[in-house]
């Protein structure tokens, strides 16, 4: 193929992959398979490579991969983003129509749902995106055009004739379900979790690593036409140009008649946001004609053709009665608000969290204090800020203490993060967590010992580490409440089971931090013992793929301390499996596998068995490190997360095949 003849087909492969793109994430309904799509985006790829002057930034193979930035530029809006105003009930909304029809007469409305995210401006220019940019202060906002590629509902070129240069708006927003998962597996590595779908957003938007952005589960939906060379006469045709162009716009968007119909039909929003999976918080009402928009005008603030209606806050405020301190798995101190018992959207709300004590002294929240309190996207409640304004001067601080609540030893504070922790690895508090944690389903999953029987067993000092679980009789059991000879036995033979569980559980039980499920199969498919990998040296650890500093440093962290060495010694004359028989030479060996979607020949458990016996790893998430995805009925968001990344996806014939062939 000549230069010329390559042109002609990379066009040509754009302009497919672009169609396929937009069928599958904005309509929700993709006709060629995923197998099909990676074939087109290869090519394309195969090509570019052979080509690279051919290479243009509206390239689908241009979504990611930007390099990281030092800081974003600050770009100015083509026009002003203007804030609305806002309205807290139906009669100010007759208000707001009552000015309306007396500048410009009877109009129709268009009432679409208020998208508690982040708003941003997409530039195009012949049809390409160019810029896209925050809101920032509304004249000026900063430059994330490369954070905003990844998101692969704005096309990166528009689709049809109609648009060509255009200024969008839109609202970026991280779903509540990508939220919560979010949000989850931070929690499992001990990382930082946001405390709103808002704010993840935001952060998100605000990552200097595009890299990073690729991975969080973004969307938007757009809503307005800002600057065009096209003229409409009504905002909800432009709203359909948007859609034909290629962009999500929210399909709760709705024309109505009249200022009754506006109210019936934000208070049926209002009913719905509950179900929705992204959050909204209250309702927009735009005047639909354009040039009726443009006699209205606006003032220096906001635009005099719209209007938000803001619904319930999830918010409330109430008294803080007192703060008292959580002892968490690791050691982490976490300060807990005990609030005056208030309803927050519906739910009664006596506890929130107050995050960590630096965030405590930055917001200044005080014992006595009225606070602020909001519930968001199913998260802990949490403080959002204090009113000092109804401060009585009797209002006491709470300092960052020194010593652990529980134990009274001494707490330690990590250089580089905000929390504070007890570093007593005999702490009731942390050994609670601890034998929680060891016990659970993904660790040594122990049944018959829950929560409740580990708090007894502490309390009656019958244990005092992880290894003593292994050394309880029978007549210990006994003297717990609840317990007779049957169960007591049960518990016994579950004990017994466990020491024969993978070394990845065992390692994952440890609770070292930053260590989830994924890191130690990782682990556990590298080194043949758990004493091959209290040997190896940070470093040999930093330069295993899939790991990252911080886990390696916590590994090292973790083996350098006695107390762990002696427990892991005891768990060996106990019985408990520290030592994978050998590895070598399965065909499986460090291959990475997802499941989604049910399997009908065979459970999963039993397909985890094939792997693990093969030397493979079973992972729970996706991300671009996998190396099968197994899909069977039903697949979930991990079969769209796996073909957004291009990942090997199989079947279940495939997968008994690999299986049966290796
Ligand atoms: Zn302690």
């Known amino acids: 193929m000549n230069k010329n003849e390559a042109k002609k087909e990379i066009k040509r492969l754009r302009e497919e992959i672009n169609f396929h793109n937009h069928n599958y994430y904005v309509k929700n309904n993709p006709i060629i398979s995923d197998f099909k799509f990676d074939q087109l985006l290869k090519k394309l790829e195969k090509l570019e490579t052979l080509y690279p002057d051919l290479i243009t930034s509206d390239s689908p193979t241009q979504r990611v991969g930007g390099e990281p930035l030092d800081s974003f530029s600050t770009v100015e809006h083509k026009v002003a983003m203007l804030s609305l105003d806002n309205t807290y009930n139906y009669e100010e909304l007759h208000e707001f129509d009552d000015r309306t029809k007396k500048n410009v007469g009877e109009v129709e409305y268009v009432v679409e749902p208020k998208i508690d995210g982040v708003g941003v401006a997409l530039l195009y220019e012949n049809s390409v995106l160019v810029r896209g940019a925050t809101r920032g202060d509304g004249i000026k906002g900063d430059d994330v055009t490369s954070n905003l590629k990844t998101i692969r509902t704005i096309p990166l070129r528009l689709m049809g004739n109609t648009l060509k240069n255009v200024e969008i708006r839109g609202e970026v927003y991280m779903p509540l379900t990508g939220f919560k998962k979010y949000n989850k597996e931070q929690e499992k590595k001990g990382e930082p979790v946001f405390a709103n779908p808002r704010n993840a957003a935001a952060g998100s938007i605000r990552q200097l690593d595009p890299r990073i952005v690729e991975l969080r589960p973004l969307d938007i939906f757009v809503y307005f036409i800002s ?381 985890s068995d094939l792997i693990k016996q093969q030397g493979g790893i079973v992972v729970s998430s996706v991300n671009k490190d996998i190396d099968y995805v197994v899909v069977g009925d039903n697949p979930g968001s991990k079969y769209e997360k796996a073909k957004k990344l291009g990942l090997n996806i199989i079947n279940e014939d495939k997968f008994i095949k690999l299986i049966h062939k290796k």
């Not at 798995?329 to 005056?340: D, F, I, N, Q």
């Not at 996207?377 to 403080?383: L, N, R, S, Y």
């Open 227 to 607: 600057f065009t060379d096209k003229k409409f006469s009504s905002h909800y045709k432009a709203l359909e140009e948007l859609k034909k162009a290629g962009f999500r716009v929210n399909p709760l968007v709705k024309k109505v008649d009249n200022i009754e119909d506006v109210i019936k039909y934000c208070n049926k929003l209002e009913k719905k946001r509950e179900s929705l999976d992204y959050d909204i918080d209250g309702a927009v009402i735009k005047v639909d004609s354009i040039s009726k928009q443009k006699e209205l005008g606006e003032t220096s603030k906001n635009p005099r053709w719209a209007i938000s209606y803001k619904f319930a806050a999830k918010q409330a405020t109430t008294r803080l009665e007192d703060i008292t301190i959580q002892v968490g798995r690791t050691g982490t101190l976490t300060p807990v608000a005990v609030l005056k018992p208030v309803k927050v959207g519906g739910v009664t709300v006596s506890r929130a969290t107050l995050h960590n004590f630096d965030e405590l002294k930055r917001k200044d929240i005080r014992i006595g204090d009225w606070v602020l309190v909001e519930r968001s996207g199913d998260v802990i409640p949490q403080v959002v800020k204090s009113i000092k304004e109804k401060r009585s001067g009797g209002e006491k601080r709470k300092t960052t203490p020194k010593k652990c609540p529980i134990c009274r030893s001494s707490v330690l504070r990590i250089e580089d993060e905000v929390a504070v922790r007890c570093v007593n690895h005999l702490c009731p508090a942390r050994l609670k967590w601890r034998v929680r944690y060891f016990a659970s389903r993904d660790a040594m999953d122990i049944d018959h010992l829950g929560e409740s029987t580990i708090d007894k067993l502490i309390e009656e000092g019958l244990i005092d580490n992880i290894a003593d679980l292994y050394h309880l009789k029978k007549e210990d059991i006994l003297k717990l409440e609840g317990f007779k000879d049957k169960s007591a036995q049960n518990l016994l033979d579950s004990l017994e089971n466990s020491k024969k569980q993978d070394i990845s559980r065992l390692i994952y039980g440890l609770g070292i931090r930053h260590v989830g499920k994924y890191a130690a199969q990782i682990l556990a498919s590298k080194y043949q013992s758990i004493d091959e990998l209290a040997e190896a040296s940070t470093e040999e650890l930093k330069e295993i793929d899939g790991l990252g500093d911080k886990t390696a440093e916590a590994i090292g962290s973790f083996f350098a301390t006695t107390e762990n060495i002696r427990l892991i010694e005891q768990l060996k004359t106990i019985g408990v499996k520290t030592k994978e028989i050998k590895k070598e030479g399965l065909p499986l060996k460090g291959n990475k596998f997802v499941f989604t979607g049910g399997l009908s020949n065979l459970s999963r458990p039993e397909a």
